[in-house]
């Protein structure tokens, strides 16, 4: 299923072991990084405008992963002709094997107009993904955890038009078949207690409305970035279940003195009931850093997070964070007692002093668990 795997490979960024970068110039193309995903790992240069290939062979560390290698490459190029300041279009074919025995494959792309104002984006791959489940609420105790395999094919489009400066809208469209392929034979997906346990396909129709202002889509220091989306899934298109999926995520960049201060707010609601691995889940390195991926999951999710990013010496920089989310059969039933907390440190090293790209280490904590995560991957959090 397309959102899945999309979910899987941004949780998991990557780390650069080593970086080879070939200019070829065409036309006066110049490369740049692109925001979530691989596609930012372009190292400095002062070489002329080009065509820029950029393998990556890769090597990270998550909870849900344990360590993970494989390959990735980039292919940046322009459409446009604004020479430097034209937005880059990027192909990103990525490969990777952990030590959890996960495997990823996935081929991923960016393309604009000539004109930048229509953006196309697509991500297509292959998952098998051994990891953890503990049913559903914002309560669950840790004995309930199983070990569960989920495979997935998929294929995501997406197509968007700038309307107003800044504005896109645009259409979402994801396919894809999910299978479990190993459960626990005592748990709840065996006994058929969790929704959507069953194999079948995911297809599903959406509209989509973005806003960036971020001066770097890579490192903001200003600006922000709102995204609504709507997604339909329904028997009607072929889909194997029927629910709506909506999001709300608003990013805001402050510079305080010659650092940043970065906040974010994601609201996800589900009209009906999704499958189980598809509901919101809390956790993961981009959200509530200290929490398992999916320690907890339901039908509605609000999170908060703060960053505070500072330049200490050289290429060193640091981060402190704090975060708040929690799960819910519907947003009625929030309370404020009922957040789960998370709090951490982290230190950054700058791979490229021209797009402002970071290495990531992170340690969070969760404050009302006995719960804690490192991370270690490529870009912001967020």
Known sequence: MATTIRMVWKRYGLVLAVTVTLHVPVCGLVAQADPDSVAGAQVDSAAAPGNTFVPLPVLFYQPETKFGFGVAATYYFRTSKKGADARPSTLTPIQIYTTRKQVIALFQG?????????????????????????????????????????????????????????????????????????IDSTGSLASGLAPGAEDGWIVGGGLMVTRDTRDNTVYPRSGSLDQFNVTLYSGFFGSSYDFASFTLDLRR?????????????????????????????????ALLRGYFTGRFRDRQLLAFQVEYRLRIWWRIGGVGFVGAGQVGDNFGGF?????????????????????GLNIRADWGMGLNHSTSGFYLSLGEAF
């Open 110 to 182: 960016e393309i604009y107009s000539p004109s930048e104002r229509y953006r196309y984006s697509f991500e297509g791959g292959y998952t098998l993904f051994p990891t953890s489940y503990w049913g559903i609420g914002n309560n669950t105790p840790d004995s309930l955890e199983e070990d569960y395999t989920p495979r997935s094919i998929s294929l995501e489009l997406q197509a968007q038009r700038e309307i107003f400066p800044d504005w896109y809208v645009g259409l979402n469209i994801p396919v894809g078949y999910r299978a479990l392929v190993e």
């Open 253 to 285: 960049y402050f510079p305080l003195f010659s650092n940043v201060l970065a906040v974010r707010g994601l609201s996800v609601a589900a009209a009906s009931v999704p499958p189980f691995d598809l509901m919101p889940p809390l956790g993961g390195d």
């Open 335 to 355: 309370g404020l007692g009922d957040f789960h907390t998370a709090a951490g440190l982290g230190l950054r090293f700058l791979l490229s002093q021209t797009e």
